[in-house]
């Protein structure tokens, strides 16, 4: 049974670089034909999908968050992490990593962290 389960600190100050940190376990994050992801949820709004991970390496990432984000990992840890520069009060969420698979799309989740909450405020 996978698991993920996203680490970081819950409060950033605007201008600064949130990073967090999802460490998975019962699934290597290089198995074939798996990709993993950043969703979040700011209150009271949708989820947002933030970019994805493939398992080769390759990531993708949302138009709107391109120049800001970058997703990478440590395969030795099975880890990957999210990074978001120049935060606002706007990247206040809660933020989760999840694990999909290309044969379901790119939308469709498995598996989900429990997530966690980030605020952005000085």
């Known amino acids: 049974q996978v698991q993920l389960q996203e680490s970081g600190p819950g409060l950033v100050k605007p201008s600064q670089t949130l990073s967090l940190t999802c460490t998975v376990s019962?699934?290597?994050?290089?198995?074939?034909?798996?990709?993993w992801s950043w969703i979040r949820q700011p209150l009271g709004k949708g989820l947002e999908w933030m970019g994805a991970m493939m398992y080769s390496g390759m990531t993708y990432y949302s138009p709107s968050l391109r120049s800001r984000t970058s997703i990478s990992r440590d395969t030795s840890k099975n880890q990957f992490t999210l990074q978001v520069t120049s935060v606002t009060t706007e990247d206040t969420a809660v933020y989760y990593c999840?694990?999909?698979?290309?044969?379901?799309?790119?939308?469709?989740?498995?598996?989900w962290g429990q997530g966690t909450q980030v605020t952005v405020s000085s």
């Open positions: 019962g699934a290597s994050i290089t198995e074939l034909y798996y990709y």
């Open positions: 999840v694990r999909g698979h290309e044969n379901t799309g790119m939308r469709s989740y498995d598996s």
